[in-house]
């Protein structure tokens, strides 16, 4: 009974040691917008770590890759972004720009205060990153 309790021990941590590592739950969304003239604001909302792990491309996660994906969006004039577009996306053909795509509903900002930035575009770094 002892060995069979330590071999289920033993063959537990040999598989705790070889499956991937669970995604962070700490994963940071930069939260200043870049826009096309240089100038950078700051978000109300962002999407936050558990958004990112719903959104994770299952195979990248599957194989342990991370990566991000550069969005192009406007600012509306109800707060949010849209009409956004992938520009660019690392590792390529990996799924995190279609991924970054499904999180463009969590950002938002104040366009009373950034009044100016309705109807301009500006680009957002979404990095997806595993613990």
């Known amino acids: 009974m ?52 719903d959104v994770y491309p299952p195979l990248a996660m599957q194989q342990n890759v991370q990566g991000q994906a550069i969005l192009d969006c406007v600012f509306l004039d109800t ?21 970054a795509l499904r999180l463009v509903d969590r950002y938002r900002y104040d366009p009373a205060r950034h009044a100016s930035m309705i109807g301009t575009r500006g680009r957002q770094t979404v990095r997806f990153m595993l613990g």
């Open 79 to 99: 707060g949010r972004i849209g009409d956004c577009q992938v520009i660019e996306e690392t590792p390529r053909g990996s799924g995190f720009g279609a991924a």
């Open 2 to 53: 002892r060995n069979s309790l330590m071999m289920v021990a033993a063959v537990m941590a040999l598989a705790a040691c070889t499956t991937n590592p669970p995604p962070r739950s700490d994963v940071i969304v930069p939260s200043a917008f870049a826009l096309a003239n240089g100038e950078a604001f700051q978000w109300l909302a962002t999407p936050g770590g558990r958004d990112l792990l």
